[in-house]
């Protein structure tokens, strides 16, 4: 049993990972109906920024107190990621506006691959740390109700707290704020929104520059997790089950199938592994999302998508 | 020229049909007779398309039933209906718009075609004949319709009046025995709206095709249909010949509003 | 002035829908199969049939299969890398399973397989389109990785997990020398683009047209979108498993699952979309793109960092290749959606006019 919890838990925290970065999608897809597959390297973009710029700016500055030195990494981080949002839909969305899903799909590939080269270009492609103080060691929790008590991963726990703070922060921004209110009217109808005077290109930037955000915040949590290297790139395909579980439209839907996902794939692994060769979390999510496509593709909490002739 | 109706050929009864809260049609009951042109008019939103999607299979009505030649159904299969000999226009023209006009209406050609995929990709001698012979149909269509300079053009690049006419021709390549043509003339100057007219009245004189017909312009109505049906915010508010619905009190305030 | 076609009247329709009606196009076509088939093997260097012949035929071939998918038919698919593997390892399979099973069955073998597996994967396009199929065909593709890597009986239960085939031989003649792989190649390419392109100019070429177009208008005309979606995918992945035969039987000659991982597929993707979707000819001019790119950047690169005198090593030159790629994307998607073949077409209707300007 007390086996059983902590691959629960295992996969609960990895499940908030996962959100973090389906949340990146989320959030573009319901302000612009585009889905970006450039997360991805938006992440690994970010989190490289991130560990350079904490590198460098001991060496620049002579500060090095850890937290500050990481605070000042973050805010110029972000700033890159609020110019490269810029750059993005300057260069690119502007010139697809009335383009169809499928095209915007593949330039937003295109821009995947052009953030990778470009960012281990600046950035540099080894191994990098992200270490923001994360406690590494596992503790041992709740040895008064189960013998032994339950190892419990603190840097995954932590993680998810984190996560589920971006979340609530978003949640708020969106409801209570003006600026939440308009990406809200555009993510509903791009044309009304346009006659009440809401600038479409100010919001694409500004939803592409929290996504960019969004993904910061991912890749410092992942990259302090398992260092900044390319295969973080990746990390947008793991995610990608989790939006079609959730619901491309829906905040909570990307955190409840994130949640999902990761304990499906922990306690699939681990139960049903050992019969088959192992290896199912290669393909155990999107397999998922396979049945979820046939039976509901909407996902959880996704809007019904509906055809007009 | 008079031509001779026949027996009833499609049967509508009690359709209903809502999306979410809106209720498109409310308990609609109609026919069409073998042979006659009939009219379906009223307002804007009075769910004029949404009736010939019901009839078509695109949307599926909550209660009612339709009757083609004899069989009832309560759900009509697209595909089915088209086999069944329902062929259908559309309003906003979904047209196939990557290729030419006449790709686009040899596609109304695919149900009678039968070579098998290997067949066609050796072209060998029973797919090509059978391509020439349904080229053939298809260039008659076009004649018909006097779209020969453009059959090579793809569709997107034609001016409206004529993407109608593709349209029209698309349906006509089903060799259909019912028509059902959404708003053919919207959008079109007088000559455009004089030659569709003489389109449809030719096919249903040569070929003796059922149309069913939705349309705004009430001289157009008047003059060609045999019968009319009316309908307003989903209901049927008149049924007859388009005398004895043009003097029909609920009709004349739907359109003009009440006070005449 | 060259390239008129005045005076080429056609009298009959069968004339006029032949592949190539213009004279000029029919000529040109022979021209470039006799130097395909016969200059290239004089002319060309053994590096140069490595590098870059081979790999392009093979990935023509398989963009191909992909734009009729993709291009034809609008199902867009992330997962032809899959149905490479299952071609190869289908082929593999019957190959060294049969005794004496010679070459081409075994790749057709694999061809089959491969069509298997793209109709089942292929059935979630019945419900749906767009960025959820692309997902539908990522479960195969990652289902596909997972089955050639785990599941042991596909290998032949090798402890290494790779597997490699030799002594290839086609009617008795060896297939040893490049000359010999690069026409086999070239002569399955050009059979099965001769079939592709008239299926695509026949009635389910404009079934799947319609289904890319309009697909609930196409159903209302009586064309079965089942039918054409399930058609689609599985003469797509037949010719993209023949590829994968190929590619792994002819070009690599052993081989692991990572040989046909996603990055496979998002490749042959681009090869498309660079190329033209919706055009044959589009798959060719891709995948010519793609295969030469690389090898250009390798040799222009550093020549170019050179003349301003930068040395700049092999990472560096990777990592523009993946921002030049990437930018190439975009751009195409931006200016010219219609990619490589609209640029060839606009040419040739140049040509029509020259030397008038319209």
């Not at chain 1, 947008?236 to 955190?255: E, F, M």
């Not at chain 1, 306690?267 to 509901?296: C, N, T």
């Not at chain 2, 050929?9 to 109609?30: E, P, Q, R, T, W």
Request: charged share 15%.
């Amino acid at each position: 049993m007390a086996f059983f919890l902590e691959t629960l838990f295992g996969g609960l925290m990895a499940g908030m990972l996962y959100s973090l970065v389906a949340l990146g999608f989320v959030l573009i897809y319901k302000a612009s109906g585009v889905f970006n597959f450039a997360q991805g390297a938006m992440v690994l973009f970010a989190a490289l920024a991130m560990a350079r710029f904490a590198e460098w700016v001991p060496l620049f500055t002579g500060l090095s107190q850890p937290v500050l030195v990481n605070l000042i990494a973050f805010v110029l981080a972000g700033g890159v990621m609020f110019i490269v949002a810029w750059l993005i839909e300057r260069l690119v969305l502007r010139r697809l506006v009335n383009q169809e899903g499928t095209t915007l799909l593949m330039a937003t590939l295109g821009i995947a691959y052009f953030l990778e080269g470009l960012g281990q270009s600046i950035f540099g492609n080894d191994i990098y740390k992200i270490d923001i103080g994360m406690p590494k060691d596992p503790v041992m929790a709740f040895e008064n109700v189960f013998q032994g008590g339950l190892l419990i991963n603190q840097e995954d726990l932590i993680a998810a707290l984190i996560a589920a703070l971006l979340v609530a922060l978003l949640s708020l921004f969106f409801q209570k704020t003006s600026t939440g209110r308009a990406l809200r009217a555009v993510a509903d109808d791009h044309q009304a929104a346009q006659s009440i005077g809401i600038p479409l290109n100010h919001i694409w930037v500004i939803v592409w520059c929290v996504a960019g955000v969004v993904a910061l915040v991912a890749g410092m949590i992942w990259g302090s997790k398992l260092g900044v290297q390319f295969s973080l790139a990746t990390i947008a395909l793991r995610a990608l089950p989790v939006v079609i579980l959730g619901g491309l439209t829906s905040v909570p839907g990307a955190i409840i199938g994130g949640l999902i996902i990761g304990v499906g794939e922990k306690l699939s692994e681990v139960f049903l592994g050992p019969y088959v060769g192992g290896g199912i979390e290669i393909w155990f999510a999107y397999v998922l999302a396979l049945l979820f496509l046939l039976v509901r593709p909407q996902g959880l909490f996704g809007e019904k998508i509906i055809d007009r002739v | 020229m008079s031509k001779v109706i026949g027996e009833v050929i499609l049967d509508v009864h009690n359709i209903s049909l809502s999306f979410g809260g809106v209720k498109a049609l409310s308990d609609i009951s109609f026919n069409v007779r073998e042979h006659e042109i009939r009219a379906i008019i009223g307002p804007n939103g009075a769910g004029k398309s949404s009736m010939l999607n019901c009839i078509n299979g695109v949307y599926t009505p909550q209660q009612g039933q339709i009757t083609f030649r004899g069989q009832t159904f309560s759900h009509m299969d697209s595909h089915q209906v088209a086999v069944m000999g329902v062929a259908r226009t559309f309003q906003n023209l979904a047209l196939f718009k990557g290729m030419s006009v006449l790709d686009n209406i040899m596609t109304g050609r695919n149900l009678r075609m039968k070579s098998n995929l290997l067949l066609q990709a050796l072209r060998l001698g029973p797919a090509e004949r059978e391509e020439i012979e349904h080229r053939r149909k298809v260039e008659e269509i076009i004649d018909f319709l006097e779209i020969q300079p453009f059959r090579k053009t793809p569709v997107g690049q034609l001016p409206y009046g004529l993407q109608k006419r593709v349209d029209l021709g698309r349906a006509l390549a089903l060799e259909p025995q019912v028509l059902l043509l959404d708003e053919p003339m919207a959008g079109m100057n007088v000559e455009e709206k004089q030659d569709m007219c003489r389109f449809i009245l030719d096919v249903n004189d040569e070929f003796g095709t059922t149309v069913v017909l939705i349309e705004h312009d009430m001289g157009v109505v008047m003059d060609i249909s045999d019968r009319v049906v009316v309908l307003d915010y989903g209901k049927k508010i008149g049924d007859g010949t388009p005398d004895e619905v043009r003097r029909n009190p609920e009709v004349i305030s739907a359109y003009l509003g009440t006070g005449h | 002035m060259f390239y008129r076609e005045n005076g080429q009247f056609k009298t009959s329709y069968q004339a006029d829908q032949q592949i190539f009606p213009i004279a000029q196009d029919r000529v040109f076509v022979l021209l470039l199969l006799l130097v395909a088939f016969v200059g290239v093997p004089f002319l060309a260097s053994d590096y140069m049939f490595r590098a870059i012949l081979i790999p392009f035929v093979i990935m023509a071939l398989a963009a191909l299969g992909v734009n009729i998918l993709v291009g034809y038919c609008g199902q867009i698919s992330l997962g032809s890398g899959a149905f490479m593997a299952v071609g190869a390892y289908g082929a593999y399979n019957f190959f060294a399973r049969v005794p004496d099973m010679p070459l081409l069955p075994a790749l057709i073998m694999g061809g089959l397989c491969a069509t298997a597996f793209g109709i089942l994967f292929g059935l979630p396009s019945l419900r749906v389109r767009g960025l959820y199929l692309a997902v539908a065909t990522l479960a195969a593709q990652f289902f596909s990785d997972w089955m050639f890597l785990r599941v042991k009986w596909f290998t032949l239960d090798t402890p290494s997990g790779s597997v490699s085939v030799s002594n290839l031989q086609m009617f008795g003649f060896p297939l040893d020398s490049d000359v010999s792989k690069y026409l086999f190649c070239l002569s399955l390419l050009v059979v099965i683009a001769l079939m592709a392109k008239n299926l695509v100019r026949g009635a389910i070429g404009r079934e799947w047209m319609a289904i890319r177009d309009m697909d609930v208008a196409a159903a209302v005309i009586g064309i079965r979108p089942m039918y054409a979606k399930l058609s689609a995918f599985a003469v797509s992945s037949f010719i993209i498993g023949v590829a994968g035969g190929l590619w792994a039987f002819i070009y690599l000659g052993s081989w692991e699952p990572s040989a046909f991982s996603v990055d496979q597929s998002f490749r042959l993707l681009f090869m498309v979309i660079i190329g033209g979707l919706g055009s044959i000819m589009g798959g060719f001019l891709g995948a010519a793109f793609i295969v030469v790119l690389p090898i250009f950047l390798n040799q222009f690169l550093p020549m170019l960092a050179g003349l301003a005198g930068v040395e700049i090593s092999t990472t560096v030159v990777s990592h523009a290749e993946l921002m030049i790629f990437g930018a190439l994307i975009v751009w195409f998607l931006i200016v010219e959606p219609h990619g490589l073949a609209k640029l060839w077409a606009m040419g040739k209707q140049k040509m029509r006019v020259w030397p008038f300007p319209y």
